[in-house]
């Protein structure tokens, strides 16, 4: 079984419409991140949450939230969807010297 | 803020040839982590660098690490098809948050 798991992994829906992205792991890890990737860009921090009571803002967290509902739980929230939030979202966990990735999730915004 | 720029953006070689990545920063990286992510999934950790000047290998690939912690490169000798993939440097502090580069696609022709 993998280690980290993202549910949905395709996602379309239109503009205005609340989603919510939802993320597992099994590693046991404390921390947890909320990464988007758009080609050329890379990944980009959204949030991140060192234990279940700890949450940070990254790089772009404006239209995002996120709740963190257990150690193995982290759910990634966009409030009213924009086209511009068309992406690949990856959950990960891990540490300061490595990352383990979930899945991905393709959100389409129309 | 802190920023990771990742050169070239894509890379076409014939099977065999050598390939090479480059990772550069206006300011002192802390420690330097290399993904490879396959067509179609998810990033996977590769390597952390942490010490100036750090060499490593890891079969046909190559990493290192500038004198000055301002740069980065990961080099592969002899590339299969299986290299193909999108290979990602990313800025790693002691928060744990990863500072992504842009990337570089590899294609490789068999």
């Known amino acids: 079984d993998a280690d980290v798991t993202q549910t949905p992994r395709n996602r379309i829906t239109k503009t205005g419409k609340r989603i919510m992205l939802e993320c597992s792991q099994t590693?046991?890890?404390?921390?947890m991140y909320w990464y988007r990737q758009d080609p050329g860009l890379g990944l980009r921090l959204i949030y991140y949450s060192f234990d279940v009571k700890d949450i940070n803002k990254g790089e772009i967290s404006d239209g995002y939230s996120v709740s963190r509902q257990a150690q193995a739980k982290f759910s990634l929230s966009l409030e009213s969807a924009i086209p511009n939030q068309t992406a690949l979202y990856f959950c990960?966990?891990?540490?300061?010297?490595?990352?383990?990735f979930g899945p991905g999730t393709r959100l389409t915004v129309l | 803020g802190q920023q990771v720029m990742q050169i070239p953006q894509y890379q076409h070689v014939q099977e065999g040839e050598d390939f090479t990545t480059y990772c550069n920063s206006s300011t002192t990286l802390s420690n330097i982590q290399w993904y490879k992510q396959r067509p179609g999934g998810h990033p996977v950790f590769l390597i952390q660098?942490?010490?100036?000047?750090e060499v490593k290998k890891q079969k046909r690939l190559t990493f290192q690490f500038g004198e000055a912690k301002k740069n980065s490169s990961l080099h592969i000798t002899a590339t299969q098809t299986t290299d193909v993939g999108t290979y990602f440097c990313?800025?790693?502090?002691?928060?744990?948050?990863?500072?992504f580069g842009q990337g570089t696609t590899l294609q490789v022709k068999p």
């Open positions: 990960a966990t891990g540490y300061y010297n490595e990352q383990f």
């Open positions: 990313a800025d790693s502090s002691n928060t744990g948050k990863l500072i």
């Open positions: 590693k046991g890890h404390d921390r």
């Open positions: 660098l942490v010490k100036s000047g």
